[in-house]
């Protein structure tokens, strides 16, 4: 339990605050910062930027408790420091920097608890229910302190401070050791390839219902309010989701589990073509939330099976897979959006991309 409880900390400040926390705090931004859509669809960009290099780069940490510790500690730097500048080109820097800890963290937590809670499947569920906590955490206190007319750089740096407290408490927990050995050490394998392509296909069909269905419901719903609550919401159903599969995983394998969630994932990614209005985004919304976390606990498990000794190394590949589908998803969506005058020709896509790969997943077990 405090390894898994430790994870849980660890993930709710590398993506709760260190990912997801621009979601909630880009309309307070807008509102007192003068920030534009344009130049917060940049600021994104930057993290999402940040996160691929932080897969590509998450080999050079020889050790995955050293790893760990550096992550927490420049997530917790960033996010204080975006609350003292003002500079678009300083927080750019900042959101990418942030984006690549977020990355060390996520694929050395999971490098780190995985093993050591070997046998003891529910606990991986606590671990990667901290994604879900960190943005309901994260989400409220935005939504409250936007009630109380807190400015947004007062507001990053609450978050910064709140980064630091489980940062200093973890760091006697993530102890460098031998137990974990390099992402860049042994050979590629080519059975790996399959789950890094499946789950390169769960970025870029999660990140464009991600990027454009809050657009679609703002144009359903005419009460801004709805909106500030509606993101921690979210990181709930993220986080209830892990610590149902968690249980299911006693009774299925991993893959089979990766598989379904992607196929759930693709369901609620349709929705708003077969159900129009409010019905159809809301059902996209609880799918898609519902899923995410899901298809990486299951993921990053069925990793650690197949690599082993080596599964820091296929996480890392693989979550440099995800960040790239994550960058070319809202890129080939507005392509389509001008070519087509709509986002119905990048939700179906999305939803062919996230169907085909979890049948991949399928199809390459029973053949094994």
Same mark, same amino acid.
């Given at each position: 339990?405090?390894?898994?409880?430790?994870?849980?900390?660890?993930?709710?400040?590398?993506?709760?605050?260190?990912?997801?926390?621009?979601?909630?705090?880009?309309?307070?931004?807008?509102?007192?910062?003068?920030?534009?859509? =344009?130049?917060?669809?940049?600021?994104?960009?930057?993290?999402?930027?940040?996160?691929?290099?932080?897969?590509?780069?998450?080999?050079?940490?020889?050790? #995955?408790?050293? =790893?760990?510790?550096?992550?927490?500690?420049?997530?917790?730097?960033?996010?204080?420091?975006?609350?003292?500048?003002?500079?678009? =080109?300083? %927080?750019?820097?900042?959101?990418?920097?942030?984006?690549?800890? #977020?990355? %060390?963290?996520?694929?050395?937590? #999971?490098? %780190?608890?995985?093993?050591?809670? &070997?046998?003891?499947?529910?606990?991986?569920?606590?671990?990667?229910?901290?994604?879900?906590?960190?943005?309901?955490?994260?989400?409220?206190?935005?939504?409250?302190?936007?009630?109380?007319?807190?400015?947004?750089?007062?507001?990053?740096?609450?978050?910064?401070?709140?980064?630091?407290?489980?940062?200093?408490?973890?760091?006697?927990?993530?102890?460098?050791? @031998?137990?974990?050995?390099?992402?860049?050490?042994?050979?590629?394998?080519?059975?790996?390839?399959?789950?890094?392509?499946?789950?390169?296909?769960?970025?870029?069909?999660?990140?464009?219902?991600?990027?454009?269905?809050?657009?679609?419901?703002?144009?359903?719903?005419?009460?801004?309010?709805? /909106?500030?609550?509606?993101?921690?919401?979210?990181?709930?159903?993220?986080?209830?989701?892990?610590?149902?599969?968690?249980?299911? #995983?006693?009774? /299925?394998?991993?893959?089979?589990?990766?598989?379904?969630?992607?196929?759930?994932?693709?369901?609620?990614?349709?929705?708003?073509?077969?159900?129009?209005?409010?019905?159809?985004?809301?059902?996209?919304?609880?799918?898609?939330?519902?899923?995410?976390?899901?298809?990486? &606990?299951? @993921?990053?498990?069925?990793?650690?099976?197949?690599?082993?000794?080596?599964?820091?190394?296929?996480?890392?590949?693989?979550?440099?897979?995800?960040?790239?589908?994550?960058?070319? @998803?809202?890129?080939?969506?507005?392509?389509?959006?001008?070519?087509? @005058?709509?986002?119905?020709?990048?939700?179906?896509?999305?939803?062919?991309?996230?169907?085909?790969?979890?049948?991949?997943?399928?199809?390459?077990?029973?053949?094994?």
């Amino acid at each position: 339990m405090r390894i898994a409880l430790a994870g849980l900390a660890a993930l709710a400040v590398a993506m709760g605050i260190g990912r997801f926390a621009f979601t909630p705090l880009l309309p307070m931004m807008q509102a007192d910062s003068g920030l534009s859509l =344009a130049a917060g669809g940049w600021l994104a960009a930057a993290n999402y930027l940040g996160y691929l290099f932080g897969a590509l780069s998450a080999g050079f940490f020889p050790r #995955s408790g050293r =790893a760990i510790r550096v992550g927490l500690l420049v997530i917790a730097g960033t996010t204080l420091a975006m609350g003292i500048t003002h500079q678009l =080109a300083v %927080w750019a820097a900042l959101r990418l920097a942030a984006g690549m800890a #977020s990355a %060390w963290v996520l694929v050395h937590v #999971s490098a %780190w608890c995985l093993p050591r809670l &070997m046998g003891r499947r529910t606990l991986a569920g606590t671990v990667y229910a901290g994604v879900g906590v960190g943005i309901v955490v994260a989400g409220a206190l935005c939504g409250m302190l936007m009630a109380w007319s807190v400015p947004s750089s007062q507001t990053w740096i609450v978050l910064g401070a709140m980064c630091l407290l489980p940062t200093f408490l973890l760091w006697h927990v993530f102890v460098p050791d @031998g137990s974990a050995r390099s992402p860049a050490a042994g050979r590629w394998n080519a059975q790996w390839w399959p789950l890094v392509l499946c789950y390169g296909a769960f970025g870029f069909g999660y990140i464009i219902p991600a990027t454009f269905l809050p657009a679609m419901a703002r144009g359903e719903i005419a009460d801004p309010a709805l /909106f500030g609550w509606a993101w921690p919401a979210f990181g709930a159903a993220a986080a209830a989701s892990t610590l149902a599969v968690a249980v299911l #995983s006693l009774h /299925f394998t991993y893959r089979r589990l990766w598989a379904v969630s992607q196929l759930v994932m693709a369901l609620g990614v349709g929705a708003p073509l077969a159900i129009p209005g409010i019905g159809g985004i809301l059902i996209a919304a609880l799918c898609v939330g519902g899923s995410f976390m899901v298809v990486t &606990m299951t @993921g990053m498990q069925e990793a650690l099976q197949v690599a082993g000794a080596q599964a820091a190394r296929l996480m890392a590949a693989m979550t440099a897979a995800f960040a790239t589908g994550q960058i070319l @998803g809202p890129v080939f969506a507005s392509l389509l959006i001008e070519a087509r @005058g709509g986002l119905s020709g990048a939700l179906l896509a999305a939803c062919l991309v996230l169907a085909a790969s979890a049948f991949a997943l399928l199809f390459k077990r029973r053949n094994a």
